[in-house]
């Protein structure tokens, strides 16, 4: 049962443009949404977060959106740039998946053309 | 930010071999440590929670006796793989956390295994 999804396996944008990522889930206990980037044969690197308290959080070039009603969450990335491109997850924590463990979506590949 | 170092980055064994890998917070003190798999263009699956001094938690369908976890210390946790098969071979990322607010975790760069 995929509790968090991203359906959109590929994006393509050009540069400078915005890229908006989409992530949905199931389970209405999660209370914390994280965005990562994550490049081959590395590790996630942390990119944004928001609490289900908010329904947005900006930091520079990052934005994400929450609407809780929808279970739907967002990442929009303005302007675009070339070096984003790469693999964006997004995942959930909270409720009864166990304190803070974390569900990954499957992934959503960015390409930015310059 | 806080540092997770994995070791080794990749392994090739034979079947059947065991395997161990080392996550490390280097900065800080992880009272619980992740331990995930990737397979090729898929997401991170969660394979067990591990808190220090304790036993690990596993996942529903990751079998405890073949991926054994220590958590012996706040900056170290093992993975060992036993009698290792080519399913077996998968990107396996570990993370660690110092509690928080938010539990932030902390990724470690990845240990692709490759069992022949």
């Known amino acids: 049962d995929q509790q968090v999804k991203q359906n959109s396996p590929s994006l393509s944008v050009q540069e400078g443009r915005i890229s908006i990522l989409n992530c949905d889930y199931t389970?209405?206990?999660?209370?914390?949404f994280l965005w990562y980037k994550k490049y081959p044969a590395e590790g996630p690197t942390f990119l944004i977060s928001?609490?289900?308290?908010?329904d947005k959080n900006e930091d520079g070039r990052f934005t994400v959106f929450l609407n809780k009603s929808a279970k739907h969450l967002s990442l929009h990335i303005v302007p675009s740039q070339p070096g984003d491109s790469t693999v964006y997850f997004c995942?959930?924590?909270?409720?009864?998946?166990?304190?803070?463990?974390?569900?990954f979506g499957a992934g959503t590949r960015l390409f930015v053309k310059a | 930010g806080a540092v997770v170092s994995q070791h080794p980055s990749r392994v090739i064994c034979k079947s059947g071999t065991s395997v161990k890998i080392e996550c490390r917070s280097l900065?800080?003190?992880?009272?619980?440590m992740f331990w995930y798999r990737q397979f090729p263009k898929q997401s991170l699956m969660l394979m067990a929670t591990?808190?220090?001094?304790?036993?690990?938690?596993?996942e529903q369908g990751v079998e405890k006796d073949k991926f054994l976890i220590n958590h012996a210390s706040l900056t170290l946790s093992t993975l060992t793989v036993t009698s290792a098969h080519p399913e077996d071979s998968s990107f396996y990322i570990c993370?660690?956390?110092?509690?928080?607010?938010?539990?932030?975790?902390?990724f470690g760069p990845g240990t692709r295994l490759t069992v022949l």
């Open positions: 995942a959930a924590r909270g409720g009864n998946t166990g304190g803070f463990k974390t569900i």
């Open positions: 591990s808190n220090e001094g304790s036993k690990a938690t596993y």
């Open positions: 928001i609490s289900s308290i908010k």
């Open positions: 900065d800080f003190q992880a009272t619980t």
């Open positions: 389970n209405s206990m999660f209370d914390y």
């Open positions: 993370s660690a956390s110092s509690g928080g607010a938010h539990n932030e975790q902390f």
